[in-house]
């Protein structure tokens, strides 16, 4: 059975500071893994690793992919209280209808 | 471009009742998916359709039922409602957005459905 797992659960901090969000995965027939990050309502994508090694970046947010440790990283710098959201990994199959498995999220707070 | 819409945005149901989600997309996605998201679990995979005229069951398909109506379109149905399932209800299409950027992995989710049942 594919498992996705993200620590922290939750993590509250300042405007300013720097966090670091992790995902680590089990999956048969790995394809990619995605970041997405909800707000009030439905997840919005952030990015798609499909190689190790090479980050993708967007303006202060950023990731990285480890297939040997099976797992990523986002990585959001300078934070603002706008990036206080559930911050969801899913690791896509290989398969026809490219079926993702979703992690339970990261809830970040980002206080003033 | 809508993206993908859903209908309604909450619902109300007592037990045994019945209704239908409705989901649909305009950005010429073939497939579609089904989702609900509990606190503390993620979103799950209830059932989806890889393109039009197929359907196939997800990780929680148990007292759900699904119709391919068209390439646009991809209703969800609880023919005889539980507590059990209230939840909050994400339909998703998947392919390139008629947008920039983006890829054809990519799935992108209609506001949400917050169904409550009695």
């Known amino acids: 059975e594919d498992k996705v797992v993200q620590s922290p659960l939750s993590l509250v901090v300042h405007e300013g500071d720097t966090v670091t969000l992790n995902c680590s995965y089990e999956?048969?027939?790995?394809?990619?893994l995605l970041w997405y990050k909800q707000e009030k309502k439905a997840p919005t994508f952030l990015f798609m690793l499909t190689s190790s090694g090479i980050e993708k970046k967007s303006g202060r947010l950023s990731s990285i992919l480890d297939k040997k440790e099976l797992s990523s990283i986002l990585n959001i710098t300078a934070t603002q209280t706008g990036d206080s959201a559930i911050y969801l990994c899913a690791v896509l199959s290989s398969g026809s209808a490219r079926q993702l498995t979703f992690g339970s999220g990261t809830q970040l707070t980002v206080l003033p | 471009n809508a993206g993908v819409t859903q209908t309604p945005k909450f619902q109300v149901l007592k037990t045994g009742q019945s209704m239908t989600l409705q989901c649909a997309q305009d950005m010429n996605h073939n497939s579609m998916y089904w989702y609900r998201q509990d606190p503390g679990m993620g979103l799950r995979l209830i059932y989806y359709s890889a393109s039009e005229g197929t359907t196939d069951k997800g990780e929680v398909p148990n007292g759900y039922n699904v119709s391919r109506l068209n390439k646009r379109e991809f209703s969800l149905r609880l023919e005889s409602a539980a507590p059990s399932q209230t939840s909050v209800y994400f339909c998703?299409?998947?392919?390139?957005?008629?947008?920039?950027?983006?890829?054809?992995?990519?799935?992108?989710f209609g506001p949400g459905t917050r169904l409550t049942v009695l």
């Open positions: 998703a299409s998947r392919g390139l957005p008629g947008l920039a950027g983006g890829h054809t992995d990519t799935q992108y």
């Open positions: 999956v048969t027939n790995f394809r990619s």
